[in-house]
């Protein structure tokens, strides 16, 4: 027997049923259900039933009657079976007591169970065909004898219609009874419920849905540096985040307490909240303070000079502390978004939550690269000591490797924490001031024609951390001016802050200068009747900068945010890049890859930790042909990797390069004449180089003959070596590379970490690659994104910064 209780929550009537067999009481239960009982058989109710009814035989009755303690309205015992005994017991409890034959029962005997229960006014009555009952004291009383047949089947027609009737009347009295009796009550519940459960829970979640939302609209308008609007996001949201609270607290004093986990949850969620909103507070904060910081030490005065130190170091800690509260919160969404429980178990909760959690990574991330600012800054600022930096503005509409032609040059002095002074220099004046020979890099020498090595050619090496070296060198020997550090901008960071800034007007020009009419402007006064000694292009650079860093200092908030998402970004893009000669700040900028380094094969964050395998790629072009035809250059390309089961990796890298210069040539474009390098790993061996199908020749750089047609360059190095290949691009042309390398790597035992990198080059700013890993079907692989498809995975990305592909792999053999 089913010893849990039976609970009821309808309007009927409930009917009890304790049954030896049960198939002899299924007529019963179908009657007692025809009137609208609601039957419960051989199963405890937890309330007391309105009939109770126990059948079997006398002593399976008289056991069950033994611990009855209910007081149902209607209380009957059944027994069949041999002659019973003493049912004295049952008669005394109040219990009517029916014999029947142990045979199926009949319509018949249905009625006449029903009419004792609810009509006889005797306390038991044998039913049977043959009675045989002898009982002690029996109040038991004789009918009436019929006079003849004919008389009694109409007399017990008639009984049946009155004993149907009286019983529909029983129990249609008995459910309206009952019906009156809930009805209200039940409304009485409901509104109950409504005022204390329902509505408070509508109103909370109202307030937490109004909270979060203008919260992520807030945050939107933050990460793109609409500040107004942020802030207006962000007021409008704190009011109901106090209603949520407070609707809080009164749910987990009557209800939410009660539910394990939840309250605590809600209390998690509701803080994560408030704790985001005062965050968001505090970076705007924080970029008012780096504007007015930013004032003082690129635009200082008597009146705040003495005060810059100060004023970095007090907002240094403001960022500290700003940062601190971001990693809290990161930690509160992911502690929430991790509950089993409603509603963060769902999948569309679970996909808001992540993009919660990519836009604080984001705003960390921004928060961080002003911190390492404020780092760097009293290492830089000039201090201890006057401080020279030498600025590179690399054209990057004529490629080089680390970004650009250099065609112009800054001079920056830092003395006491603040800018002094700047100085823009043509290129071609301090080249003409070298004295001596250096011999050039073989592509120079030999593309261009030149014996000697100049500062403009400084930076033929794409690690930046060698052409910056390189650069200062030049600097030194042609100005006479020692520096502490080189940074090197592409062309792609000025088109940004042209983008941000608005239009740039030149009063001695009569130019307004914007990003759509850049590239035409620079080439009208940078190229147009241009000669080596000349002051246009130094003239027309040096008041772009002047008038670029008065609209820095002068920036609102708005702007200013819009400003560090775009130092953010180049630094990622690497379109800025620094080198310092000291080895605290040389190791720093690697640390935080600002360097410019070529690395490739590094294993970064694996997953899961397993010892890893390095490989990548770094595409590397220079514009040789002295134009800037890299305006109208795009490019895209594939990567094919199989990965055998011995641990041979091939490589098959094809890229292919499109000259749309129209044929109405306009100035400054053309043929493009590059100097095509690929770096890979030291240990990879090249199997073929292909351009358009056809193989390409290998070059001895040993003999002095310059060969006719192009030739494939073999050049090593510590960590990578380079296959180098010149060839031209005519406008509309466009060509296709194909290069083919193996390396053996050693595979450890188990489980496999295998990390490719392709390297972004500085200047270049998009190009879409898709990336493809084969591996042995015995093999099983994860991703960062998920399981990836067996033996195969296929990656697709528009490189704006580095990119990596890491699995994970698992040998099933």
């Given at each position: 027997m089913n010893t849990a209780a039976q609970h009821h929550h309808t309007d009927q009537p409930v009917a009890h049923i304790q049954a030896q067999d049960q198939a002899f009481v299924f007529p019963i239960r179908e009657f007692l259900r025809q009137?609208?009982?609601?039957?419960?058989?051989?199963?405890?109710?937890?309330?007391?039933?309105?009939?109770?009814?126990?059948?079997?035989?006398?002593?399976?009755?008289?056991?069950?009657?033994?611990?009855?303690?209910?007081?149902?309205?209607?209380?009957?015992?059944?027994?069949?079976?041999?002659?019973?005994?003493?049912?004295?017991?049952?008669?005394?409890?109040?219990?009517?007591?029916?014999?029947v034959d142990a045979e199926p029962l009949s319509q018949d005997v249905i009625r006449k169970i029903f009419s004792f229960y609810f009509l006889s006014p005797v306390k038991i009555q044998d039913s049977r065909k043959e009675p045989i009952l002898t009982i002690k004291k029996s109040t038991m009383h004789k009918e009436a004898q019929r006079e003849d047949d004919a008389g009694r089947q109409m007399n017990e027609k008639k009984d049946r219609a009155r004993i149907d009737s009286v019983i529909q009347d029983i129990f249609r009295k008995n459910t309206i009874s009952t019906k009156r009796k809930k009805i209200y009550p039940v409304y009485a519940i409901i509104f109950v419920i409504l005022l204390s459960f329902v509505i408070p829970y509508i109103l909370y979640g109202v307030s937490l849905a109004m909270s979060i939302g203008t919260l992520a609209m807030s945050g939107k308008a933050l990460l793109s540096g609409n500040v107004y609007w942020a802030r207006v996001w962000k007021n409008a949201g704190e009011p109901h985040i106090i209603h949520a609270e407070s609707i809080l607290r009164v749910l987990n004093v009557f209800s939410l307490d009660q539910l394990r986990g939840y309250g605590e949850d809600q209390e998690k969620l509701v803080a994560m909240v408030k704790s985001a909103s005062h965050a968001q507070s505090s970076v705007l904060e924080l970029l008012e303070k780096s504007s007015v910081v930013a004032n003082m030490i690129f635009m200082p005065d008597a009146r705040n000079a003495s005060s810059v130190v100060s004023e970095v170091m007090d907002l240094s800690s403001e960022i500290h502390r700003v940062s601190q509260h971001f990693a809290l919160i990161q930690a509160e969404m992911d502690a929430v978004l991790t509950s089993p429980r409603f509603p963060f178990r769902f999948a569309g909760v679970q996909r808001l939550g992540q993009k919660g959690l990519e836009g604080v990574r984001e705003i960390r991330t921004h928060i961080q690269y002003i911190q390492r600012l404020c780092t760097l800054y009293p290492q830089i600022g000039g201090f201890r000591k006057k401080q020279e930096y030498l600025v590179l503005f690399q054209n990057s509409m004529e490629l080089r490797p680390t970004g650009g032609f250099i065609g112009s040059l800054l001079q920056v002095t830092f003395e006491d924490g603040i800018m002094r002074d700047t100085r823009v220099i043509d290129v071609y004046t301090a080249d003409g001031q070298l004295k001596g020979h250096i011999d050039s890099p073989f592509p120079i020498r030999e593309i261009l024609g030149q014996e000697h090595w100049y500062l403009r050619d400084s930076n033929w090496d794409p690690d930046f951390t060698k052409s910056g070296e390189v650069a200062s060198w030049f600097f030194e020997k042609e100005m006479g001016v020692s520096v502490d550090g080189v940074i090197?901008?592409?062309?792609?960071?000025?088109?940004?802050?042209?983008?941000?800034?608005?239009?740039?007007?030149?009063?001695?020009?009569?130019?307004?200068?914007?990003?759509?009419?850049?590239?035409?402007?620079?080439?009208?006064?940078?190229?147009?009747?241009?000669?080596?000694?000349?002051?246009?292009?130094?003239?027309?650079?040096?008041?772009?900068?002047?008038?670029?860093?008065?609209?820095?200092?002068?920036?609102?908030?708005?702007?200013?945010?819009?400003?560090?998402?775009?130092?953010?970004?180049?630094?990622?893009?690497?379109d800025i890049q620094f080198y310092?000669?000291?080895?605290?700040?040389?190791?720093?900028?690697?640390?935080?890859?600002?360097?410019?380094?070529?690395?490739?094969?590094?294993?970064?964050?694996?997953?899961?930790?397993?010892v890893c395998i390095g490989d990548g790629v770094s595409i590397i072009e220079a514009n040789m042909g002295m134009n800037k035809s890299n305006y109208f250059v795009t490019r895209e390309g594939l990567i094919d990797i199989n990965i055998a089961q011995d641990g041979t990796i091939t490589q098959v890298t094809t890229v292919s390069i499109y000259n749309t210069t129209p044929q109405e040539i306009p100035e400054g474009g053309g043929t493009y004449h590059t100097y095509y390098r690929q770096f890979v790993p030291k240990d990879a061996r090249v199997s073929s180089v292909r351009l358009d199908g056809f193989d390409v020749p290998y070059r001895d750089l040993a003999k002095p003959e310059i060969p006719n047609e192009p030739a494939v360059s073999i050049e090593p190095s510590a960590e990578l070596f380079s296959i180098g290949l010149p060839f031209v691009i005519e406008p509309g042309q466009v060509r296709t590379l194909t290069i083919e390398t193996k390396r053996q790597a050693v595979l450890p035992q188990g489980n496999i970490a295998f990390q490719y990198s392709i390297r972004k080059q500085s200047g270049v700013e998009s190009f879409p690659w898709h990336v493809s890993v084969r591996y042995p079907d015995e093999w099983s692989a994860v991703t960062d994104a998920d399981v990836a498809n067996p033996g195969h995975l296929e990656y697709n990305t528009t490189l704006t910064t580095d990119a990596r592909v890491r699995i994970l792999f698992r040998n099933t053999l």
């Open positions: 009137y609208g009982c609601e039957v419960v058989l051989n199963k405890p109710v937890s309330e007391v039933p309105r009939y109770e009814m126990c059948v079997g035989s006398a002593f399976y009755v008289k056991s069950f009657f033994e611990t009855y303690r209910g007081k149902p309205e209607y209380i009957l015992a059944v027994i069949y079976g041999d002659d019973p005994d003493d049912l004295e017991i049952l008669l005394e409890k109040g219990i009517k007591v029916l014999l090197a901008i592409s062309l792609p960071v000025l088109t940004r802050l042209l983008h941000v800034l608005g239009p740039i007007d030149l009063p001695d020009y009569n130019e307004r200068i914007t990003e759509s009419n850049f590239f035409a402007k620079s080439l009208l006064y940078t190229q147009t009747d241009f000669f080596p000694g000349s002051t246009q292009k130094k003239d027309f650079l040096g008041a772009l900068v002047s008038a670029l860093l008065l609209r820095l200092t002068s920036l609102d908030v708005h702007a200013q945010s819009q400003l560090l998402q775009i130092v953010t970004d180049s630094l990622n893009a690497r310092f000669p000291a080895a605290f700040l040389k190791a720093l900028m690697t640390q935080w890859g600002w360097s410019g380094a070529m690395t490739i094969t590094d294993c970064t964050a694996v997953l899961h930790k397993e």
